[in-house]
């Protein structure tokens, strides 16, 4: 799954936005390219649930074009 996340500025939020998504689940992949400002999540959690974490930790999350 991808999402964009348009505030993710820095390799701080970057560390955030996959801390956020390994607190759900601990063994998702996670890839970030911080200049396109997307992330890909390889994981067995549901997508809607990645997403209320993201946004509950100040990411709000669209779906990647």
Do not use: H
Request: some cysteine; charged content about 25%.
């Amino acid at each position: 799954m991808e999402f964009q996340i348009d505030n993710m500025t820095c390799g701080g939020c970057a560390r955030s936005v996959t801390k956020a998504i390994q607190t759900i689940d601990p063994e998702a992949k996670v890839d970030i390219d911080l200049g396109a400002k997307v992330v890909r999540v390889t994981s067995s959690a549901e997508q809607a649930t990645i997403a209320a974490e993201l946004d509950d930790v100040g990411y709000p999350p669209r779906r990647a074009a």
